[in-house]
């Protein structure tokens, strides 16, 4: 499996763009970067997801790189409520088990 | 529409009890999951039910069997509960195992 390297911790001003990085140098054709959260005493959140092009759904965007050696999740317009660990995941659409590893992921923190 | 729905929210066990997770969900997915999470470490898959009428072992199955009554719901059994399984287990569901979505836990402390 491909793994990936996240930040462990970033501060985003609330209001403002949150970029969050991560690479994934050994991802293969078929491998897909997944997005999730998990906010404090949560179940993890999904949020997007992309093969190849760009993204965007009503939570961010997913910007991935051409040589998809990495990408980057932008949450437009950070709020208190998104103050989570954000876990950047690289699976085959058919890994068994419909596999999800999940890492340390980058612990966001938005302040006012 | 719930999502996924897992009872009890919290409980705490002696060693040695037994106890069952419930999980359900409504979104007719037709896979689903169960994870343990422990303090400082990410999710590890316990089992998943495919689709309805098969289960299979995940990384870390020892101490635990599962059921896939139905479509709907799948339920996690310690039969004899030990300190290390004290955690907290998330259920989990998605359609031809693409994107999961979780339930909200449930912490589990066995004294």
């Known amino acids: 499996d491909a793994k990936t390297t996240q930040p462990p911790s970033m501060d985003c001003a609330e209001g403002r763009a949150a970029n969050l990085p991560c690479n994934h140098s050994t991802i293969s054709g078929n491998e897909y970067v997944y997005w999730y959260r998990q906010i404090h005493s949560q179940g993890p959140q999904y949020i997007i997801h992309?093969?190849?092009n760009n993204e965007t759904n009503e939570m961010a965007s997913l910007i991935i790189t051409e040589d998809r050696k990495s990408s980057t999740l932008i949450l437009p317009h950070a709020t208190l409520r998104d103050t989570a660990v954000y876990y950047c995941i690289v699976r085959g659409r058919t890994d068994s088990w419909g596999k999800l590893q999940f890492g340390a992921g980058t612990q966001v923190v938005v302040t006012p | 529409n719930a999502g996924v729905t897992q009872t009890p929210k919290f409980q705490v066990l002696k060693t040695g009890q037994s106890m069952t997770l419930q999980c359900a969900q409504d979104?007719?997915?037709?896979?689903m999951y169960w994870y343990r999470q422990d303090p400082g470490m990410g999710l590890r898959l316990i089992y998943y039910s495919a689709s309805e009428g098969t289960t299979d072992k995940g990384e870390v199955p020892n101490g635990y069997n599962v059921s896939r009554l139905n479509k709907r719901e799948f339920s996690l059994r310690l039969e004899s509960a030990a300190p290390s399984q004290t955690s907290v287990y998330f259920c989990?569901?998605?359609?031809?195992?693409?994107?999961?979505?979780f339930g909200p836990g449930t912490r589990l402390l066995v004294l």
């Open positions: 979104m007719n997915h037709n896979s």
């Open positions: 989990a569901s998605s359609f031809n195992q693409e994107t999961q979505y």
């Open positions: 992309g093969l190849k």
